[in-house]
């Protein structure tokens, strides 16, 4: 094979130990891959050319056998509250989306990690896109490279200099517990001293329910849980989380208490979508409080953001109020969030990307991806 038709490696997303790896490969000592890190996430260097310290022929190597290849930003929006939304292209006429949302104390970005969603929860607009493809590793890692680079571009900072995103979440497209292979190694380096460096608890993956996946990732990587519960009964979920049906309350918060005793966690937040004459009532509250009373959760209420065709309505704002205090006074420890980013569709659930539905179906030992909706 020439150089020519061996396919490049990528190297943004790939985790310490298989850059350390192909650097090996190369014939190279293991700390190029430290320094390849450094200047890839500590100085956000997209360009292999221009990492001056790398010796010259290793160099001239990398660029022949590596490359550092990003999503591209296909649209920028700007809310009226400084929230941030980027289109970003998937190939194929799909794309995917992630926010900046800036706070007076912090920065935080809301990533995706697929085009699209397979899980149908109704509330959810991603859902209703339907599912076309998981996101790869660099896809994932790609959108914090990228939101930092346009963010210190636009404030006229260099890179490295001070943090502008401090936090980040798995709460844009698609369920990152079903794109377990990707997400996993994303987080590595989100959290790695040589990659984004970022404390474990400012990492957050949030999933709707899947179950056995929320064991194996105890094992796997330390960072903040959070979990869409959005019901306190069975019957509840199931309607407006399907995947309850498989994996029902009761097994998934068992999921959760183990998670956090193998990853040392202090607590889990619940996420609750606060859905008009859905789940809103007091004794849905009480219910809740029955649930979760004295265990380590945090309950995060979200006032629901409306999408067109949806058959649901926010919550009054003095509905949602009664509601935590329903929670407050059981001892319970509630936060209600801010909607952010409206103007721009970039509030929770609204995020819908562009995506072409597909269904996979396997002939033989051939895989096809098939269009299934327009
Ligand atoms: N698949 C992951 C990440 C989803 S988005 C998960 O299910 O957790 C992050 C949060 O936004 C989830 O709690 C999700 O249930 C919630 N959400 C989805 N649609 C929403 C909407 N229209 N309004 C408010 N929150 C919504």
Request: proline content about 4%; glycine content about 6%.
């Amino acid at each position: 094979m020439t150089a020519d038709t061996l396919q490049r490696v990528n190297l943004l997303g790939l985790p310490k130990v298989e850059l350390e790896a192909f650097v090996g490969e190369l014939g190279s000592k293991p700390f190029r891959a430290r320094q390849i890190m450094n200047w890839l996430y500590k100085r956000g260097e997209g360009d292999i050319a221009a990492m001056t310290d790398l010796a010259k022929d290793f160099r001239a190597q990398l660029v022949e056998r590596a490359e550092i290849l990003l999503p591209t930003i296909v649209r920028t929006q700007v809310a009226s509250d400084g929230t941030r939304k980027w289109l970003l292209s998937a190939g194929n006429d799909q794309a995917f989306e992630m926010v900046f949302i800036p706070e007076e104390d912090r920065g935080t970005l809301c990533i995706s990690s697929q085009v699209g969603c397979a899980l149908d929860c109704t509330f959810c607009s991603t859902a209703q896109q339907g599912f076309n493809r998981n996101l790869t590793t660099a896809e994932i890692v790609g959108q914090v490279w990228l939101a930092i680079r346009e963010l210190s571009r636009e404030l006229g900072w260099k890179i490295g200099d001070d943090r502008i995103i401090t936090n980040i979440v798995f709460m844009g497209m698609g369920e990152p517990l079903a794109n377990f292979r990707s997400v996993v190694p994303a987080i590595r380096i989100f959290l790695d001293d040589l990659g984004f460096d970022i404390s474990r608890r400012r990492v957050t993956l949030s999933t709707s329910g899947l179950v056995p996946q929320i064991y194996k990732l105890a094992e796997e990587v330390n960072c903040a849980l959070a979990v869409s519960l959005h019901a306190p009964n069975d019957e509840l979920r199931s309607q407006l989380v399907p995947i309850n049906r498989k994996h029902n309350i009761a097994e998934l918060l068992e999921a959760c208490w183990h998670y956090l005793d193998e990853q040392n966690g202090r607590s889990v937040t619940f996420e609750y979508v606060m859905l008009d004459g859905v789940n809103d009532q007091p004794e849905h509250a009480r219910e809740l409080a029955r649930l979760l009373r004295d265990k380590p959760a945090k309950l995060n209420l979200i006032p629901f953001n409306p999408f067109p065709g949806t058959q649901y309505r926010r919550s009054p704002p003095a509905v949602i109020e009664r509601f935590r205090d329903e929670l407050m006074q059981r001892g319970l420890v509630v936060t209600v969030r801010k909607t952010r980013g409206e103007d721009i569709d970039a509030a929770c659930g609204q995020l819908a990307g562009q995506v072409t539905d597909r269904i996979t179906v396997r002939l033989g030992s051939k895989t096809f991806g098939l269009q299934v909706r327009a």
